[in-house]
């Protein structure tokens, strides 16, 4: 036959009668070729019903990186004022392991002014400004503890629940839980701020001994924010589309053989879904058609707010996504010191930089989410691997406090305009009844539907759950 | 579409089902009591009291069957007995095409070469399987393939974890001992005695003591301050690896609370952990000079000569406060680590020993240079004073100078060991039961005991003048024959890598809340044979190899399918999903770019750009490094290699018992997009020209014979030929787009002349069968 002859046959053989009909005549491949069969493939990600109507659909995680001092920011103690250059009161510091040589230092304040915001009048230091005009969408827990002397072990407690790695991450189990909303976006997506991801990073957004599918996305700058997303640079987009469908082809006819693999079906199907990913990610990011007056809610317009505003605009516009969960890491403000929130030293050069930073992006996403409706099905949580001391370190600056520290939660089902629990007199140790990261995280899971008791895997013959065995809803943050 | 079981199998094995099947605890306030771990132990009427894998082990007799003439080992009888109580047939015999991928793939993790298959089709003699099988054994891409599942076990990594992730130099050597072991066929029982104990059974020997490195591969933080919690950390992950790994229990839920299901109790948990009491990690000992070290001694010379003057200043400046900056440095521990710190060392206990051990292990010249910094740059700071600022800024200048030379570091490897030892010292630390886990709650002292439900044999530890003797006693236990669990294991994790699912699907977990085997006795038979065959691991393999069951066609079958739709007996042979590490290495394979050199320092390949990993991930700059094995790929705990990351590969946090199988669109978008896998279709493209010439049927064949051992069927034929056609119009319009760029196959030869517009529809097609299912699956 020659080149010209084969040509011809071969068009009549598949084109001649139109392209749509050709699955149904490649042997076995009709089977497959319709999309109601599509959906009817086990999916891991196929959205799952919670075990209770949920108050909200997504969760803005937003981890403040480093550990910002909730003392000089949220948590107005004005007997630590009075105190302020003397020896810490022995009473305050029964039962604590400190990690600081031949005593702790001198109480300390930083150089703030406090005033109450709202109808709820919580307090807010001149370090927060524009989050304070929203004191009355805030419920917040003034007495969180955790475990742990370094940001790593505690930073890896915040997200998993436990202080060594290996544990799921509370987005993946969520992702696990109920699936995903929107099969052409990751249902769990990590932000964070400068070039590099954060140090230790992945572990944190680990699906742990879940399934790899389970874990977080991590979104990079720029315009193509997953890793592969643009094809080969030689390759055009004609051409891939060409591609796929001889991938398709090929695949249909090898999976004729083995009729019953649902498996060889859904890899099928990940192709089509991930060619899709190709153009809805990059547009999930793109901030080009956000109005002017948005980009400057998130403080887009200035140097010391564009990053962290950039994240947390894109982050209302996964929310509108369907995006289950979104962790934002906190970033790097210029070099050196300024890197996170770890003030040992110099509190006022660091936490001014930083707290600028987020104010104005938080009150923006805060005033976006509520303007558009969507505050109510979405929760906002601002949190940290731990506090700081009340006294203080090199002079300057805090020490690490894992005893009393102040975390918060805004959007549905939250008890906004409230605040729960309480720091002794000097804001140290949590006093009365404290919050611990797995009643944080089932208090959560609870906003989401889902009971983190009855939120189980099994693995090795041992029923997990994201909480451990600990865990319990702090039922007067919800409204 | 009928709602297959087998979807039902996909998503239990997933765990999908769990959320809604699982009833849980709805007492929150009681935190210390895991009640969910109840929820998969229900009451079975037969359930012996103890759980299956647990009972003594008796060799059982070969059943009768009726199919004799498909009886080619003692497997085949256990199989074909229950298969002909269903009033199943086996499957008939695959191809020897896809026999030899198939067995291929499972002993070395790669396809084979078109002339491997053409020679084993070929041989008529009546000994060719044996002859392949042995071949396949001999080659030490068996050694690398077997070695990769136990490092999952051993949740090995070349860095350390935790925020700052430092590199662990040393760690390679473990790595090449596993590999080596399962080359020299080394039996098992040694293999796990010289990782538990080779500092004690032979001290001085790099070689043993180096396999110690399966405990010393731990996460670890080297800047927590608090070395008492560290050491119990440590301890926890040792003795839960074991339990995992070795004996499948979970013995280490008995941590924080007595076993729900298998009678482990916390003494029996927190016995196990004192045989590790007195156990610490040493490293950087000067190991025996081959190539890696003369070359990392060459390189370092250089460093060390052009930074001699700068390092000299730097000591210089901070000699006077050394004494000083120490004592800085240890203040800043906690509490309770600072009460070991600061004794004298006449004084110290043998805990106080492992403390300061460790305290020397994790402190450098930076923390030195940390105090300098404290005390320098800033005047709040108590510890300020002007000459300190000087002192300070001077330093930090000669550090950035120093920093310069760094690119003159050796790029790999190292010249030292790493191994796990007593320090010297036979007395252990005491070791208690700790309330809720809680190592601030210690209650009863304990001895080192084995699990009393597992055994009333009690450790002869006969201590050394250097050492406990603690861990040898709990290795001869674990590889004695009388031990029910070790060779269970082992053999159900071997059964688990070649027909996708273990006889105990929970391969990690023999206890009752486990799962049941599907064919005790054959597992009985499998565990008797490897006791009396002394462990010998290749012997396991070449009696399954050989086996008429894994011998089967995996073609779908009707009937099998309605009366087994788990395929649990095993009627139809089980096609699998290639693990990460397989799909990179047969591209590499494919490609013709496999460097196949074995063992050595782990590589960088390289990476996306947006990945920005920076110093974490330096891309090897010899080219030929990209092309290792997976296995010789470095693994960064925080940053998973990104080319196998989507394909379930290993966790190293833990034990990581068993690949997963997920299908996600982040799969398809590495395999399609990314660069690297993409010039691999090149380098096939340019392959397949090279050896099959300009004819499109042939280059297709070859392609075919490349990837699946076999030719394209006609049907693939014909959808391949009538892509050639259509794609060229679509390359030909962009590559009028007067760039005219195309991506072209690599490594033709010279002389070979072609059509730009041809050759880019050919690395697209070749491209998209590197993408189809055939090539990620092994049927």
Request: charged share 25%; glycine share 6%.
């Amino acid at each position: 036959m020659s080149i010209q002859s084969r040509r011809e046959w071969l068009f009549n053989a598949f084109y001649g009668l139109g392209g749509l009909t050709l699955a149904a005549k490649m042997p076995g491949g009709g089977v497959f070729a319709t999309p109601a069969l599509a959906d009817a493939l086990v999916d891991p990600l196929a959205p799952k019903p919670p075990h209770f109507t949920p108050k909200v659909k997504s969760v803005i995680w937003l981890h403040m990186d480093g550990a910002p001092s909730t003392l000089d920011l949220y948590d107005y103690k004005p007997e630590l004022i009075k105190l302020a250059g003397q020896e810490v009161p022995p009473s305050f510091l029964q039962g604590l392991k400190t990690s600081t040589q031949g005593g702790v230092g001198k109480l300390f304040v930083s150089n703030r002014t406090w005033k109450q915001y709202g109808e709820s009048g919580a307090w807010f230091s001149d370090l927060l400004p524009n989050l304070a005009q929203h004191a009355d969408k805030i419920a917040f827990i003034k007495s969180s503890t955790t475990i742990g002397a370094t940001h790593d072990i505690s930073i890896l407690k915040l997200n998993t629940g436990d202080t060594s790695p290996g544990r799921p991450s509370l987005g993946a189990w969520i992702t696990y839980a109920l699936g995903s909303a929107n099969p052409d976006l990751p249902a769990y997506v990590v932000l964070y701020s400068g070039k590099k991801e954060p140090q230790g990073g992945s572990v944190n957004w680990s699906s742990g001994f879940l399934p790899a599918i389970y874990q977080g996305t991590a979104f990079r700058p720029g315009n193509s924010p997953i890793l592969n997303l643009a094809h080969p640079e030689l390759i055009s987009t004609a051409e891939q589309r060409d591609d796929l469908d001889l991938l398709k082809r090929l695949n249909d006819h090898s999976a004729s053989f083995h009729p019953e693999d649902t498996e060889l079906q859904a890899r099928l199907r990940s192709y089509e879904l991930a060619y899709r990913m190709e153009s809805t990610a990059p547009e999930a990011v793109d901030l080009s058609k956000e109005a002017d007056a948005t980009k400057k809610l998130y403080g887009l317009d200035e140097d010391i707010t564009r990053d962290y505003g950039t994240n947390l605009l894109r982050a209302r516009r996964l929310v509108e996504r369907q995006v289950r969960f979104i962790q934002v890491v906190s970033g790097p403000i210029g070099e050196g010191d300024v890197q996170n929130w770890d003030a040992h030293r110099e509190l006022e050069k660091n936490h001014g930089p930083h707290a600028a930073a987020v104010d104005k992006p938080i009150a923006g996403l805060l005033a976006d989410l509520k303007q558009r409706g969507l505050l109510d099905t979405t929760l906002v949580v601002w949190t940290s691997e731990f506090g700081r001391t009340s006294y203080g370190q090199s002079g300057n600056g805090r020490d690490h406090n894992p005893w009393g520290y102040t975390q918060w939660l805004a959007g549905g089902g939250v008890k906004a305009g409230t605040a729960f629990g309480e720091t002794d007199e000097i804001g140290l140790q949590s006093v009365g009844k404290k919050v611990d990261t797995y009643d944080l995280h089932a208090t959560v899971l609870q906003l989401l539907g889902l009971d983190h008791l009855k939120t189980i895997y099994l693995r090795a013959g041992r029923a997990e759950r994201p909480t451990v065995v600990y865990g319990e809803v702090v039922k007067d943050l919800l409204a | 579409m009928k709602k297959t079981l087998k979807n039902v199998a996909l998503a239990a094995a997933i765990g999908l089902s769990a959320a809604a099947s699982a009833t849980a605890d709805d007492k929150p306030s009681d935190k210390l009591v895991d009640k969910a771990g109840d929820a998969d132990a229900k009451p079975q009427n037969q359930t012996p009291r103890l759980p299956y894998g647990w009972l003594p082990l008796v060799e059982p007799a070969t059943p009768e069957v009726a199919q004799k003439d498909w009886v080619r080992t003692p497997i085949d009888a256990f199989i074909l007995a229950k298969l002909e109580d269903k009033g199943l047939k086996p499957s008939p015999d695959v191809d020897r095409s896809a026999f030899i991928r198939r067995a291929t793939l499972d002993a070395w993790g790669l396809i084979p070469t078109p002339e491997e298959v053409e020679a084993f089709v070929s041989d008529t003699g009546p000994d060719a399987y044996e002859k392949l099988v042995d071949r396949l054994l001999a080659s030490p891409h068996y050694g690398e393939r077997q070695a990769r599942q136990w490092l999952d076990l051993a949740r090995y990594a070349d860095s350390a974890g935790f925020q700052t992730d430092q590199t662990r130099p040393d760690m390679w050597r473990y790595r090449d001992y596993v590999i080596n072991a399962f080359n020299e066929n080394k039996p098992y029982s040694r293999f796990i005695q010289e990782q538990l104990a080779g500092d004690e059974l032979a001290p001085g020997n790099q070689e043993i003591l180096v396999a110690t490195g399966f405990l010393a591969g731990y996460p670890d933080n080297y800047n927590s301050r608090d070395l008492v919690q560290r050491k119990y950390q440590i301890t926890t992950d040792i003795t839960d690896t074991v339990g995992q790994a070795i004996l499948g229990t979970t013995v280490g839920c008995a941590r924080c609370h007595n076993h729900k299901t298998d009678k482990f109790s916390q003494k029996d948990y927190y016995s196990l952990q004192a045989f590790f009491a007195n156990t610490s990690e040493v490293d950087g000992i000067p190991a025996a000079k081959g190539d890696v070290e003369s070359e990392y001694d060459r390189q370092w010379a250089k460093w060390d000569e052009a930074t001699k003057d700068i390092r000299f200043q730097q000591a210089v400046l901070i000699a006077p406060v050394k004494d000083k900056a120490l004592k800085y440095h240890k203040e800043r521990y906690l509490t309770d680590s600072r009460a070991s710190i600061f004794k004298p060392q006449s004084e110290w206990t043998a805990f106080d020993r492992w403390i300061n051990h460790r305290l020397d292990n994790v402190t450098t010249e930076r923390d030195f240079a940390g105090y300098l910094q404290d005390a320098g740059d800033h005047k709040e700071n108590p510890e300020y004073t002007p000459e300190a600022a000087e002192r300070w800024q001077e330093y930090k200048k000669l550090s950035e100078e120093l920093k310069k030379f760094d690119k003159l570091k050796p790029a790999k490897g190292s010249n030292t060991y790493t191994t796990m030892s007593e320090l010297g010292h036979p007395d252990s630390p005491p070791t208690y039961i700790l309330s809720g886990g809680n190592h601030e709650k210690p209650l009863d002292e304990v001895q080192p005991a084995f699990p009393v439900v597992l055994t009333d044999e009690k450790p002869v530890i006969e201590p050394t003048a250097t050492s406990s003797g603690r861990r040898t006693a709990l290795a001869n236990w674990l590889v004695s024959p009388k031990n029910p669990l070790t060779a269970r294991v082992y053999v159900n994790r071997i059964w688990n890598n070649y027909f996708a699912k273990g006889i105990v699907s929970t391969v990690s977990d023999f206890g009752k809340a486990g799962d049941k085997p599907t064919h005790p006795e054959l597992l009985d038979y499998l565990a008797s044979e490897f006791i009396k065959s002394e462990f010998d691991i290749k012997k396991l393999h070449r009696q399954i190899l050989l086996s008429s069951v894994y011998r089967q066609s995996s073609a779908f079958r009707d009937d099998a399918h309605a009366a087994d739709p788990d395929n649990k007996l095993l009627a139809v042979f089980p096609r699998k999903r290639m693990e990460a590490e397989e799909i990179r290495d047969s591209l590499l394979v494919a490609a013709g770019k496999l460097n196949d050199k074995v063992g050595g320092p782990s590589v960088f390949p390289p990476v996306p750009a947006n990945l920005d990993a920076g110093a974490l991930w330096p891309v090897s700059k010899d080219t030929q490094d990209h092309y290792r094995r997976s296995i010789y790929v470095f693994t960064r705990r925080s940053i998973p290699y990104p080319l196998l990351q989507p394909f379930d590969m290993a966790s190293s946090q833990q034990v990581h018992s068993k690949r997963d199988v997920t299908t996600t669109p982040l799969q398809a978008l590495t395999l399609l997009n990314n660069d690297f896998v993409f010039s691999l279709s090149q380098a096939l493209a340019g392959r397949v020209i090279r050896e099959a010439g300009n004819d499109q049927l042939a280059q297709l064949n070859r392609l075919y014979q490349i990837l699946f051992a076999r030719n394209p069927d006609e049907t693939e034929k014909t959808i391949l030929l009538a892509f050639l056609i259509t794609h060229e119009k679509t390359i030909f319009e962009k590559a009028n787009d007067g760039k005219f760029s195309v991506a072209i196959p690599i490594g033709l030869k010279g002389t070979q002349t072609f059509n730009p517009i041809e050759a880019a529809v050919f690395v697209d097609l070749v491209h998209a069968v590197v993408n189809s299912n055939d090539f990620t699956y092994r049927f």
